[in-house]
């Protein structure tokens, strides 16, 4: 007889704990929207959250003094929790996409020297100088835990591997820049030194000095610390601020343009994968597809979350990625519809207000696709109109029927 939780007759138990395993690297993986994930998250969160809050409270000598032991079990408690997570990670390393050709003990060798790897490590680094006898008190002590541990932060940053990406991408005009920064740099500093070296011996007596006051003035910083006092000086002073100004100007543009692209990037292939997904789609070819990507919206909403209101305006309408939607209808009934449906086709083809309610049921992606985008689209792609138009007069029907059975 076979327990419950044990493998059946034959299955290897290699295959369950590989299962088991993508289960967990399931809820571990960033920016996962499983609802487990996002609980992970949070949980995850909260800790840092504490753990930070404890090492600054530890770090003030008026306030530990009574609850220093709390304290201490606080950092003790977290640093154990980051751990555990540190061994479970380690342990589902295999399933990471960049990993899955390794073998299992190679692919968790590549992850202990990746970012999040390392990370991982040096938020467990207390424990290690805890038991090694290191002191949990004093200032010190308390900004080397705040810095091991905020790095964990930013593993929940999205923005990390963007802005990666956006600096690969862009390298070419960056260092162009950095070069415009270093020339002017340099030339700036060797003028200052020899229009103030006289006046001012200890400010710009020698390039180090000068180039000191360069940096922070190419940068629009002005500490005032240092500030020329010859005529030569001022005018190189000048004309350094306007082209410092010029600098970071062209550097904002090239980044804002980088990620501007990443970003618009990003979102046809997330709303590619969700596309897919949408039987209605799934007939049409890739030239057409692709154009109908650029025109839809990818939006999430949680459990029981209203979309749409009766009487709402029907400017768009909604196909469902993943999920379940509750159809509420005037006359007290209701109608769900799955992954692959799509609603709000009827206010939209007729152009009057909405007809009924609409809200999830479970959590749920949607793709929405404007009336404008929609008239455009259906001007050169008919069969996407006649899909819609044929499955809104169908449903048109059943509500008839059943508003005729009551």
């Not at 799509?342 to 009057?352: I, K, S, V, Y």
């Not at 959590?363 to 404008?372: C, E, G």
Request: charged letters at 20%; one cysteine or more; a positive charge.
């Amino acid at each position: 007889m076979q327990l419950a939780g044990q493998p059946a007759y034959g299955q290897p138990v290699t295959a369950v704990a590989q299962t088991l395993r993508a289960q967990v690297y399931t809820i571990l993986r960033p920016y996962d929207p499983s609802p487990p994930a996002r609980r992970w998250r949070v949980f995850h969160l909260t800790v840092l959250a504490v753990g930070l809050l404890a090492v600054i409270l530890l770090s003030i000598d008026e306030f530990a003094d009574g609850h220093r032991i709390y304290l201490r079990a606080g950092i003790w408690a977290v640093t154990l929790i980051f751990l555990a997570e540190y061994v479970v990670r380690l342990w589902v390393a295999p399933e990471i996409s960049l990993y899955t050709d390794m073998r299992p003990m190679r692919a968790r060798l590549h992850w202990i020297v990746s970012l999040p790897g390392l990370i991982g490590l040096l938020a467990i680094m207390p424990a290690v100088m805890m038991t090694g006898g290191y002191s949990i008190s004093g200032a010190d002590t308390a900004s080397v835990f705040c810095i091991l541990w905020i790095l964990k932060l930013g593993l929940h940053a999205p923005a990390f591997g963007t802005l990666a990406r956006v600096l690969s991408n862009e390298r070419a005009p960056i260092a162009s820049i950095l070069i415009i920064f270093a020339i002017l740099l340099m030339a700036a500093a060797t003028a200052a030194h020899m229009f103030e070296r006289l006046a001012q011996p200890k400010a710009f007596g020698d390039l180090p000095s000068a180039m000191w006051w360069a940096v922070v003035t190419l940068t629009t910083t002005g500490y005032g610390d240092v500030v020329p006092v010859t005529i030569g000086g001022r005018i190189i002073g000048s004309l350094l601020m306007i082209s410092g100004i010029a600098v970071l100007a062209l550097m904002t543009g090239v980044l804002a343009t980088g990620f501007a692209q990443e970003e618009r990037r990003r979102e046809y292939l997330r709303v590619w994968d969700q596309v897919s997904r949408v039987p209605i789609f799934a007939s049409l070819g890739v030239v057409t597809l692709s154009e109908i990507v650029g025109k839809l919206r990818t939006r999430y909403y949680p459990a029981h979350v209203t979309i749409l209101h009766r009487g709402d305006a029907g400017d768009s309408m909604f196909f469902i990625s993943s999920g379940e939607v509750e159809v509420r209808l005037p006359t007290g009934g209701f109608v769900r519809l799955g992954d692959g449906a799509f609603f709000g086709e009827m206010a939209l083809l007729d152009r009057r207000p909405r007809a009924a309610t609409i809200a999830t049921v479970r959590p749920t992606t949607l793709l929405v696709l404007y009336a404008s985008d929609f008239y455009e689209i259906a001007s050169h792609i008919p069969a996407l109109a006649e899909a819609v138009e044929a499955e809104a007069k169908r449903r048109e029907e059943e509500n008839r029927e059943r508003e005729g059975r009551r």
